[in-house]
């Protein structure tokens, strides 16, 4: 699992100077291509030791310092003496790196650290371009990144009897091969048409994905647009068998040369190719879409790598975390999953995550790890969006459980919920960055998402304008009506409007989203908050159930049922659906809500000083809203902080010079026991 990359890319302090301006750094060393150190201009030689150079090339990308009982076992097989081969490479290491005055291997606390300010390493420097955007990068700097790919990555410097290292070591690769594969692709697109640049992207892109259908279908259009039919069929004729072999369905190719033919010799070469993310055939046949449908973002689940088990051995603790993940997410509805089936057969003919992410052509790839050591399991996963190589997402969970099934149904939980809420992030902010008039239903939908979660009149209202946008373009997106419910429930529940009438929009909105796919969680969720609006408590209440049973992921879903409950249910199951969805989605946008519905409980359990707590918590939020500010107010109030409480209830007042415990207690609906508990703080802080 190559986590080491993007930390260490992320590090501001890893690589001080990069290849685009200031001073020319001290030491450069290459590590894409065979590995080359040079210092102040003056390339060193290096010592015969793979191990020394794998040493650096692992400390330079390492997301942490490493530990000294790490880095024996990394690199030496049961030595005689592992420590005093370590203390051997970290001696000439210094000797390669070090300056007078800059001490550049660093030993503390049993861990080794590179410090590499005024070092540039290529490998961070490409990885630093990957996640600054390479779509964003021009076409000199991609010329720039183009060239420092001298070859692999630490191209010859396999160890034997290190398998710790070259499983690091491939790792390594296969992400660096993608992100080679990025910068092409996107060089490819700022070239000019037909260009012989051009065409010689397209060749180096081929090279190093050969089943990358977009990479085909650009080629074909561009040699059919240079009237050269005869190299285009025997290029089609040459793919096709090389997808045959691989069991691979290729009849795509023979649909993209024929339209190619029938396009206009001025069209340019990328006119009207399919968008990249569209689903492609599998292997084992076309997958099966819905025929009517929004589209929505596609992802693939790779089998997880099991480094505890032997290679041969399959169905254990990885594949089985593997297949609970696929399963889950479909569940969510909000993405198209490729099936198990698919990638379980590319992992069979040891495809990486980020190749079979090209070769299914979908939008994000999933890969990771699974390690159990005595009770210990180590699981490390990444998200990567496909067509930038761009880590959206990489986490490591360690457990020392008794059970380790519950471990991995805890881990599968964490993993689902935040591979669903950074994909919806990437979504909404590529999508707000798209002109209004050229946006899709699923587009459309994401940027209803982004003012939504602004959370004051002005946004709900562009909210509700882009969700009506994506039901008018496509009628059965369940979602998009899900999301125009929210937007007319913020409407009744912050008095922006006339609440009666909103209430029936939100009611009929949700209603709509239910007979389009009552299957999706969200309609069940827009269903229930509907419901709470006309007092429909119990109804409510069965309709998040079934949000969540439909999908225990859903985190919105948990958060709905800790509202509902915290005001006139259950307040100890409030707080209990509050943990959840905050563990599911701790960065989740309406984060003000599942911490000020603790509050909210915590009040009717008379925990007032608790509930300060959170209700502060809550108010912190960027995005918190006037009742979530009051619900802090009157919290602080009860616990006895009068004074913080009415700096709460005059920054209230600053937003909503009228704002009273009146308006606090239309909005929500509480019991009368715990109206008079509110009444009362109100009282002491100026909100009566």
């Not at 859903?554 to 006139?568: E, I, N, P, R």
Request: charged share 25%.
């Amino acid at each position: 699992m190559d986590v080491n990359v993007v930390a260490g890319v992320e590090s501001p302090v890893e690589s001080g100077v990069t290849a685009r301006g200031g001073d020319e750094p001290a030491v450069h060393l290459r590590l894409l291509g065979p590995m080359a150190i040079s210092r102040h201009g003056a390339a060193l030689a290096l010592p015969a030791s793979r191990k020394l150079r794998a040493l650096i090339a692992y400390l330079a990308l390492a997301a942490q310092a490493p530990t000294r009982a790490h880095l024996c076992e990394l690199l030496w097989d049961i030595p005689n003496d592992p420590r005093g081969e370590l203390r051997w490479c970290l001696s000439k290491a210094r000797a390669l790196l070090d300056d007078p005055g800059c001490r550049r291997i660093e030993t503390s606390q049993g861990t080794v650290r590179l410090d590499l300010r005024c070092c540039r390493v290529d490998a961070i420097e490409i990885g630093q371009a990957m996640q600054q955007g390479i779509d964003k990068q021009d076409a000199e700097r991609l010329r720039a990144l183009s060239a420092l790919f001298a070859g692999d990555f630490l191209d010859g410097l396999e160890i034997d009897r290190s398998p710790h290292f070259n499983s690091w070591l491939s790792a390594q690769r296969r992400r660096l091969r993608a992100c080679r594969v990025a910068v092409v692709e996107h060089l490819f697109a700022c070239l000019a048409p037909g260009s012989e640049e051009g065409f010689a992207c397209l060749e180096k892109w081929l090279q190093l994905a050969p089943f990358d259908r977009r990479a085909h279908e650009l080629l074909l259009n561009a040699l059919a647009q240079r009237g050269q039919i005869r190299e285009g069929e025997e290029h089609l004729a040459a793919t096709g068998r090389a997808f045959e072999a691989e069991g691979l369905d290729w009849r795509f190719l023979r649909e993209a040369w024929r339209d190619a033919r029938k396009r206009p010799a001025n069209a340019s070469p990328a006119a009207q190719l399919p968008a990249a993310g569209a689903v492609p055939a599998s292997p084992a046949g076309p997958p099966e879409i819905p025929a009517a449908g929004p589209r929505r973002a596609s992802i693939a689940v790779m089998p997880f790598v099991d480094r505890s088990a032997q290679r041969s051995v399959r169905g254990g603790m990885a594949d089985g975390l593997a297949h609970d993940i696929i399963t889950r997410l479909a569940k969510l509805r909000s993405l198209f999953v490729i099936a198990q089936g698919t990638v379980f057969a590319l992992d069979q003919r040891s495809v990486g995550p980020e190749e079979a992410g090209r070769t299914l052509n979908v939008d994000y790839v999933v890969g990771g790890s699974v390690r159990r050591q005595a009770k210990r399991i180590t699981v490390e996963v990444e998200l990567a969006e496909t067509r930038t190589a761009r880590i959206l997402w990489a986490e490591t969970f360690d457990h020392t459980p008794d059970d380790a099934f519950l471990a991995l149904d805890e881990i599968g939980n964490r993993i689902v919920a935040s591979i669903a809420s950074e994909i919806e992030t990437a979504e909404r902010n590529r999508a707000i960055l798209k002109a209004p008039n050229s946006l899709d239903a699923w587009e459309a939908h994401h940027r209803g998402l982004w003012h939504m979660y602004r959370f004051n009149r002005a946004d709900n209202e562009q909210a509700r304008h882009f969700f009506e946008m994506a039901v008018r373009l496509d009628p059965g997106f369940a979602r998009a009506h899900a999301g125009l419910s929210f937007t007319h429930w913020q409407n009744a529940f912050q008095g922006w409007v006339d609440r009666a009438r909103e209430t029936d929009l939100a009611f009929e909105a949700a209603g709509r989203s239910l007979m389009v796919d009552e299957r999706d969680p969200a309609a069940h969720w827009a269903m229930g908050r509907a419901l709470w609006l006309r007092g429909c408590q119990e109804q409510s209440l069965a309709a998040l159930e079934s949000a969540v049973e439909l999908s225990p992921n859903f985190a919105l879903g948990h958060y709905a049922l800790a509202f509902v409950h915290s005001q006139s249910g259950d307040p100890e199951a409030a707080i209990e659906s509050s943990d959840h969805s905050r563990h599911l989605s701790p960065y989740d946008p309406l984060l003000f809500g599942m911490l000020g519905a603790r509050a909210m409980a915590l009040v009717r359990l008379g925990r007032f000083e608790e509930a300060a707590e959170w209700g502060v918590k809550a108010a912190a939020r960027p995005n918190a809203h006037a009742h979530i500010l009051a619900i802090a107010a009157h919290c602080l109030a009860l616990a006895g902080r009068t004074d913080e409480g009415r700096a709460f209830a005059a920054s209230i007042h600053k937003l909503l010079p009228h704002y009273r415990v009146g308006d606090f207690l239309d909005a929500f609906r509480f019991p009368a026991d715990a109206a008079a508990l509110f009444r009362s703080g109100a009282g002491q802080v100026g909100l009566q």
